[in-house]
């Protein structure tokens, strides 16, 4: 089916939605908890950036839960993107930010098509970066194309780096939080999330019809999310995209990041004793406490003094997530979830042995769960291969802002499919819907995913890897 024949489709899906309450404000404008917010209007997208849901994390808020934002009176501006979180860019980062870090940076973006008038589903979108870059702002990550379709989007930045994940035993002795602890990025997600429960019915959106997506550290942070006993309820569904197996990223407690903590202010002459070490950490200009880490070089050397650490399982805020999917102790919600055919690792490396894993964990206990593998390379890339993230762009239907005048009518008919299925599995659970070849529900006996093939097509398939993968699983879990 053509990209007109379905968008007429997915204008009359806008258009049956259940009518939701009249508001008196302009469309461009939403009451939010705060505050008035103004948009803008775009070929038929009404776009808010820059609302923030928690206040700026700076001086004495520097590694402290999110606090609540501040009311405004009046209307606030909300068409600009407001900064993304503090980080050293990475060079050859596949997203390029678009506006630049800074330590206030608790902000998120709403998109929804203007026409609609009844409660609409919300995507959610959490960006990756290794937990070191990344952020809500770069042009490929724009909602409005899914908002198109009939959809709200939302996306919102989380702490990154030493500010989204730093422990410091004064930190602990001083118990700012009631025990929340280090995992400040992951609490950044779960107050957003939070944000739309309590404020989205005000520009249109369904709180109870949330659906969740990341991919890479974003991806990660769906298993999170989906386990986390803070996050129950403030979504209704989940995408993972090249989320790895849903292993806890450090090895280590809230103990060992204290000791990395302690490393690092040792390093800006900082001592483990002195009653103002609390002060002098906080009182660090962004870019001394950023210092130079980013993609590049997180991966710590032998030999080396480790001075970061990664989100890890604390038992609170985050839970050993291949654990609770054993158990059974997760939200048992209609999950998508799978990696690219090239993605990190190889062609039976984690990310894709991982989607496999977790998707036969989870439908074993009677969750729907579709599994994709995106083998399909932009024509502008030559046959490179299915990068790690070269999906992206084809789930938001924004191919041809990545690759812009060498964006192909295939490259356009792929972003146009990968989306609706998408936005199918926002509004129902399913991700099939008219015109769409059939995405069969994933079952460890029959093993099927769908797979987005280098031809452009999208096929139902038994997995060819299935074997390998079996294998490679086996050998990580001896």
């Not at 003094?305 to 990664?310: G, K, L, N, P």
Request: hydrophobic share 40%.
């Amino acid at each position: 089916m053509g990209r007109g024949r379905r968008n007429l489709l997915t204008a009359a899906m806008i258009a049956t939605l259940v009518p939701g309450c009249s508001q008196a404000l302009p469309p461009s404008e939403a009451k939010t908890e705060s505050g008035v917010v103004r948009g803008s209007d775009d070929a038929g997208v009404i776009s808010w950036k820059g609302i923030p849901f928690a206040a700026p994390p700076v001086g004495d808020l520097r590694w402290r839960a999110p606090q609540p934002a501040a009311s405004w009176s009046g209307v606030r501006d909300a068409t600009q993107y407001g900064h993304d979180c503090m980080q050293k860019p990475f060079a050859s980062d596949a997203a390029p930010l678009g506006t630049p870090p800074a330590e206030d940076c608790l902000y998120l973006n709403v998109w929804k098509p203007a026409q609609a008038k009844g409660k609409l589903p919300v995507i959610f979108w959490i960006y990756g970066g290794g937990f070191v870059n990344g952020g809500s702002s770069p042009p490929t990550y724009s909602g409005a194309e899914l908002a198109k379709k009939g959809v709200m989007f939302v996306s919102a930045n989380y702490r990154l780096g030493r500010f989204g994940t730093f422990a410091h035993p004064k930190l602990t002795a001083a118990n700012g939080d009631s025990g929340f602890f280090a995992n400040y990025g992951y609490l950044d997600q779960i107050a957003a999330l939070k944000w739309v429960r309590r404020n989205i019915a005000a520009f249109g959106g369904d709180p109870d019809n949330v659906t969740i997506i990341g991919e890479s550290a974003g991806g990660y942070s769906v298993h999170f999310l989906l386990t986390s006993p803070l996050a129950k309820g403030l979504f209704a569904k989940a995408v993972v995209m090249s989320g790895g197996d849903a292993k806890a990223i450090e090895a280590g407690g809230l103990r060992e990041a204290e000791r990395d903590g302690l490393a690092f202010a040792r390093t800006k002459g900082i001592a483990a004793g002195d009653p103002r070490s609390l002060a002098k950490l906080r009182a660090l200009a962004p870019d001394d406490v950023v210092g130079g880490l980013n993609l590049a070089n997180f991966e710590i050397k032998p030999g080396e003094v480790r001075t970061f650490s990664s989100p890890f399982v604390d038992g609170k805020i985050a839970v050993d997530a291949a654990k609770a999917y054993a158990s059974g102790e997760f939200s048992h919600v209609p999950l998508m979830i799978g990696a690219t055919g090239d993605d990190i690792g190889g062609k039976a490396g984690y990310m894709v042995a991982g989607a496999r894993a977790v998707a036969g964990t989870i439908a074993r206990q009677g969750v729907p769960v579709y599994e994709y593998r995106f083998s399909y390379v932009a024509q502008a890339l030559n046959d490179k291969g299915a990068w790690h993230a070269t999906d992206i762009p084809f789930f938001f239907d924004t191919q041809a802002i990545k690759y812009g005048e060498a964006t192909t009518p295939r490259d356009e008919d792929m972003g146009d499919t990968i989306s609706s299925y998408l936005v199918n599995f926002a509004m129902t659970g399913d991700p099939n819907g008219p015109g769409l070849p059939g995405w069969p529900r994933y079952s460890p006996k029959t093993d099927e995913l769908m797979e987005f093939t280098p031809a452009g097509i999208a096929a139902a398939t038994h997995d060819p890897r299935g074997a390998e993968l079996d294998r490679e699983n086996a050998k990580v879990d001896e």
